[in-house]
């Protein structure tokens, strides 16, 4: 194999593989979850119902046997600060203010389309079921907590006073008690149903209904629809009067703490494309390099081997010379000028080798 | 608070309140009622036709509006909140069927019932019947109900205005060409106005007195509704409110927020008829029936402004069942 073969052969080795990458980028974004999760379910929550009185926490943490809340579920003081999920509460219920009036949003896992999780997990933990519902399976789990910096939504919480096997822990959308055909814990205990529960295709129907029956009550907008690729869980939110709205769209949103800034494709696209290519590296660095070696090798000891040969001929050639002048100096002067003779040319020879080779000593440290 | 002493007395208010109503209700159409005063030379009544240019010789076109222009200009701010131009000319000036250049095309069903027009920026922003009778709904003794509940657009909603009686076909086809005297179109109006006559509601005394809310009872005891009482408040808050009377033209119309999708009638199928206590997979946007009763409530408390009970102090309304722990994250959730 010469050089420009092997080139050529690397060549369509990449091409080929940079078409695989591109498949698979395609591949992590847009619609692959589909049709597989058709039939997923999820939860719409209408924060114009919500009345802020911890039930939901209450029922989470009854069905999931957690450790008791620091503050009794009864205690809506705990409202006037925003809350975040901790290892040992998995849904919270924060106040906001939109208008000058209190609305109150619950917070869990949004249970993204394509999470965002998963695709920062190098071990695998996280799982978007068929049910609709992101699961995590602490068993591979190595604390690296990729999973809290890419959820766009700050859900996963990491147990940090656990010194010997710390996990990450988020709501599981009660996926035990989904198999069993129950209800999410949080789901049951809302008695304002502002929290529905449904197949996600049904929910968005719903908010849509919702949404053309009450137009001056609702912001026309179902949250997580399309948010980060589309979630599991949906967020319907007030309305605020066209003459007090100063600010821009999807200020009530914001205000709400739900970032509008997430777009429409799930987070994981972001970075798919690149993360493909490391496979690709993985495999045929090594060939490109080991390649590159050889041929070097290869052409450092054919130099040597033709340096060689041109040294033996010449040598050769130089003593074929040199006896002929002996013989002929033999003839017509004697042996004894003969042996004097090729003793001062061989002299000589070696004399010219060595300041030879001194030079291109020389010539190499240069 | 739910003392014998207090339920006396506001039984007593209710009973006083509902006697008043009986008592008050029988005059004639507020058009003749003596405490307005005109504060223009405008006619006190006038029927306005849907003026048309094409020909309409058989005079087809909706039943006109007999328009009591005496109450709405004691209502208003001034002229210039119909009158958007500061012409006082009739709507039917520029505001015709087709729309003419003069009303910048703006036809006359769109300019009396737009439910927003756009803000303009130098000048009065015009608005129309409907968006006007909209933001009487944002009162608090309305907002109750019309935060829950959009009154159906059936014909008894039409015939609410377009209700003009004793209009001969020449009248008509004289109307809609805009030739019809000014002496009988004030006699239509008044004779339409004067015999109209708003239904009796139904009485706080025609329903029950309390209402026992036991079927969901578990983590909490029965809730006591005081049906006649919240049904008294609700009529003393409207009574003088000739808007709501013109409106609420069927006997029930007041029982129908709460008693709703069913016929109305006097007897109406209790709430858990429809609202099951677990999701329907059939319907899932109707509420469960706990959700549906806190709904209904604590939506009409919060559009009426009603302060107390707070929507999370859950004993005000139903005390804590006795037989469960009085710690509630020990107490079983409602309904599993």
Not at chain 1, 163 to 175: G, I, S
Not at chain 1, 184 to 208: H, N, Q, W, Y
Request: charged share 20%.
């Amino acid at each position: 194999m010469n050089r420009r073969k092997f080139l050529t052969i690397l060549g369509s080795a990449g091409v080929a593989s940079a078409l695989g990458t591109a498949k698979v980028a395609k591949a992590a974004g847009g619609t692959h979850t589909w049709p597989y999760y058709e039939n997923s379910y999820g939860v719409l929550h209408d924060t114009t119902r919500c009345i802020g009185c911890r039930r939901c926490e209450e029922g989470c943490n009854k069905v999931n046997n957690l450790p008791g809340p620091d503050k009794p579920f009864d205690d809506l003081s705990v409202l006037d600060k925003p809350r975040r999920m901790t290892p040992n509460a998995w849904t919270v219920v924060n106040k906001y203010e939109l208008d000058g009036k209190p609305v109150f949003r619950k917070l869990q896992c949004f249970h993204c389309n394509d999470p965002a999780c998963a695709s920062a997990c190098f071990a695998k933990c996280f799982q978007k079921q068929p049910d609709g519902s992101v699961t995590y399976d602490g068993s591979q789990c190595v604390g690296c907590r990729y999973c809290m910096v890419a959820c766009p939504f700050y859900v996963p919480s990491f147990e940090y006073d656990d010194a010997w096997d710390p996990l990450v822990q988020k709501c599981t959308f009660c996926e035990p008690r989904l198999r069993e055909g129950k209800l999410p814990g949080c789901v049951e205990a809302c008695p304002m149903d502002a929290l529905t529960f449904g197949r996600r295709s049904d929910l968005i129907k719903v908010a849509r209904a919702r949404i053309k029956a009450n137009p001056d009550k609702y912001a026309d907008y179902i949250y997580g629809e399309w948010d980060a690729g589309g979630t599991a869980w949906m967020v319907l939110v007030p309305a605020v009067p066209a003459e007090h709205s100063l600010a821009e769209t999807g200020h009530e949103f914001r205000a709400l703490g739900l970032d509008t800034h997430l777009g429409n494709r799930p987070m994981g696209e972001l970075t798919a494309g690149a993360l493909g290519a490391v496979p690709m590296i993985v495999a045929f660095w090594p060939v490109l390099f080991g390649g590159a070696y050889a041929i070097s090798k290869r052409r450092e000891a054919m130099h040597k081997a033709e340096t060689e040969t041109i040294i033996r001929d010449a040598r050769e050639d130089m003593a074929n010379v040199m006896d002929a002048a002996v013989r002929k100096i033999a003839e017509t002067q004697g042996p004894g000028v003969a042996d004097t003779a090729r003793q001062a040319m061989a002299d000589a020879l070696r004399t010219r080798e060595e300041t030879c080779a001194n030079r291109g000593h020389h010539g190499e440290d240069k | 608070m739910r003392n014998g002493t207090t339920l006396l007395l506001l039984t007593a208010i209710a009973v006083a309140g509902a006697a008043y109503l009986t008592l008050g209700d029988a005059g004639p159409a507020p058009a003749a009622a003596p405490a307005l005063a005109s504060v223009s030379d405008a006619p006190s009544a006038l029927v306005i036709f849907p003026v048309g240019e094409k020909p309409n010789p058989e005079g087809v076109g909706m039943k006109p509006v007999a328009f009591n222009h005496l109450l709405h200009e004691n209502r208003v701010e001034n002229c210039e909140s119909c009158h958007h131009t500061g012409d006082t000319a009739a709507c039917t000036t520029c505001h015709t069927l087709e729309g003419r250049a003069e009303g910048k095309f703006v036809t006359l069903a769109q300019a009396m019932h737009s439910p927003n027009s756009a803000r303009k920026g130098q000048g009065n922003t015009p608005q129309s019947c409907t968006s006007c009778h909209a933001k009487q709904l944002q009162r608090p003794e309305c907002a109750g109900c019309h935060s829950i509940v959009k009154p159906a657009r059936s014909e008894t909603y039409c015939s609410t205005c377009h209700n003009v009686s004793g209009l001969t076909k020449g009248d008509m086809v004289a109307g809609i060409a805009g030739s019809l005297p000014d002496g009988r179109n004030a006699e239509l109006a008044v004779d339409t106005l004067k015999t109209r006559e708003n239904p009796v509601q139904l009485q706080p005394a025609d329903g029950p007195y309390k209402v026992f809310i036991d079927e969901i009872a578990d983590q909490y005891k029965a809730s006591m509704f005081a049906h006649r009482r919240h049904v008294a408040s609700l009529m003393e808050r409207v009574k003088d409110n000739s808007l709501a009377a013109a409106f609420h033209n069927q006997p029930t119309t007041l029982c129908s927020t709460c008693h709703h999708y069913s016929p109305l009638k006097d007897t109406p199928p209790k709430c858990g008829s429809c609202h099951s206590q677990r999701i329907n997979p059939a319907n899932p946007e109707r509420p469960q029936l706990k959700a549906a009763y806190h709904l209904l409530c604590m939506g009409c408390h919060k559009g009426m402004n009603v302060a107390r009970p707070l929507n999370t102090s859950c004993v005000t309304c139903h005390k804590q069942s006795e037989a469960k722990p009085a710690d509630s994250a020990a107490a079983k959730l409602g309904g599993e």
